[in-house]
């Protein structure tokens, strides 16, 4: 193991920390530990285990001293800055000193276990240089009295053994707090020229509070205005960021705009679902029930008339209107001596529909047929079929409205509609076709023989 430096202001915990984390847990591995800070040897081994070796307290002047610490054996000297001293050089140092201290790690006992040593003081400066550079870790302690936590202590850990009250960032290793355990104390007896039969450490508070930063009225009001400040800056921060982010929420003088509180309606527990669950085969949802078994819901007719079906045989071609110009008269003709003519009105033919099929022509009667909502297109619902200009076998697939462009595929069988199939190749090109009303037939006067029809 190389060597370890606890270093601190006397009252700082330097002792503790050294019984705390390096006497205590050697003794729980079964480690032999020789040192010559006072300690209650017989209980700690009781509690703990293991062999310690008490050296005696003038030990450090003793030159022979590498001699008394046991091969494997964990060696804590304690002021160690007295055997040497800041400025000491190696040839001044006691004979057999740097050579233990250089080989101590070769130093191994017959269960494996390599000699470590820990040298305690207050100062690292009051080291020898020579000492110093053979430190690996420097463990620094740090009462916290000051900011009024006398239980509470400070480490600091370096690489190396650095000297001066800056240490550069590149030799601090990590920084860490402990409080002080009062059953710890019970374990070694720091003061070691205490006129006191158990060599306990005295009373030590000091008689000029003065030193403790709580005990200052003037610094407890400026960290509560320092806290003070910091949340009304927040809160400052707050109202003036959050009116920014989010401008619906909030009125043009910054207040919070809160939103009127609606009132729910309560559905009656009787009251239907807007949207039940598919019921199941059989079963029907009951108020008050739930999903029951019923009968099965039987299927409706379907509301409304129904249109029936497109003709495939017959066609309207055009339609036969008679002059109906007497019939809208409101006097009587007159024939002779005043006397009315007889009303032949009756016995006039009536207005005609005429259909055409590949079989021929055919008359139905106007009262048989209807105009479409347009007013002008004509269907005739003749034996169970829906007849009109663009049903039969001779009509187009669809209607085009007077005056619009389509676009119909040019065949090579001709360009009359036919119901034959056309036997012609067909041409992937396409022709524009405009339909264009026929007006060439005006309303006329029916002869005599076509009134005898």
């Known amino acids: 193991m190389a060597l370890n430096g606890y270093f601190g202001r006397p009252g700082s915990g330097k ?38 070796t008490q050296l005696p307290l003038d030990a450090l002047e003793d030159e022979k001293l590498p ?13 160690c800055w007295r055997r040497w001293p800041s400025g000491q050089k190696v ?18 006992d017959k269960a494996g276990n390599a000699m470590q040593v820990v040298l305690v003081t207050q100062d690292r400066s009051d080291l020898a240089s020579w000492v110093r550079k053979l430190i690996a870790h420097s463990f620094e302690m740090n009462k916290l009295e000051e900011v009024g936590l006398a239980n509470r202590f400070g480490i600091k850990v370096y690489k190396g053994c650095p000297t001066g009250e800056r240490v550069p960032a590149k030799y601090v290793i990590r920084e860490a707090y402990g409080t002080y355990k009062p059953d710890i104390y019970q374990y070694y007896r720091s003061a070691t020229q205490s006129e006191a039969a158990d060599l306990n450490v005295g009373d030590e508070k000091a008689m000029d509070k003065r030193s403790n930063l709580f005990s200052s009225w003037q610094a407890i009001g400026s960290m509560g205005f320092i806290a003070f400040a910091i949340l009304g800056g927040f809160w400052l921060g707050y109202g003036y960021v959050m009116p920014k982010l989010h401008p619906e929420r909030y009125a043009e003088d910054g207040s919070e705009i809160v939103a009127d509180a609606v009132e729910v309606p309560v559905m009656p527990a009787s009251a239907p679902l807007v949207n039940p ?13 739930g999903l029951v078994q019923g009968v099965p819901p039987q299927p409706t007719a379907p509301s409304g008339p129904v249109e029936p079906p497109l003709s495939g045989q017959w066609r309207i071609v055009g339609e036969i209107r008679r002059s109906d110009q007497r019939r809208e008269q409101g006097w009587d003709s007159q024939i002779g001596y005043g006397y009315s003519s007889t009303d032949s009105r009756d016995n006039w033919a009536p207005d005609m529909v005429i259909l055409t099929s590949m079989f021929g022509k055919r008359l139905v009667t106007m009262d048989q047929c209807k105009r479409f909502p347009d007013g002008i297109q004509l269907y005739c619902d003749i034996d169970g079929q829906r007849v009109t200009s663009w049903s039969g076998q001779q009509a187009a697939s669809s209607i085009a409205p007077t005056g619009r462009d389509v676009l119909a595929p040019v065949t090579g069988g001709g360009e009359r509609s036919d119901p034959r199939p056309v036997t012609g190749d067909q041409r992937a090109t396409s022709t524009r076709v405009t339909i264009v009303e026929d007006t060439s037939r005006t309303p006329r006067t029916l002869t005599g023989k076509e009134q005898a029809l």
């Open 15 to 52: 002792s503790y920390s050294v019984v705390e984390y390096v006497i205590i847990p050697a003794l729980k591995k079964g480690r032999h530990v020789v040192t010559n800070i006072p300690l209650e040897s017989e209980l700690l081994v009781q509690v703990f285990g293991g062999q310690i």
């Open 67 to 79: 001699e008394l610490i046991p091969h494997g054996a964990v060696a804590v000297i304690d002021e």
């Open 91 to 108: 040839s001044a140092a006691p004979v057999g000193d740097l050579q233990w201290l250089k080989e101590h790690r070769h130093r191994v």
């Open 277 to 289: 669950p598919p019921e199941a085969f059989g079963q029907q949802i009951v108020p008050g029930q």
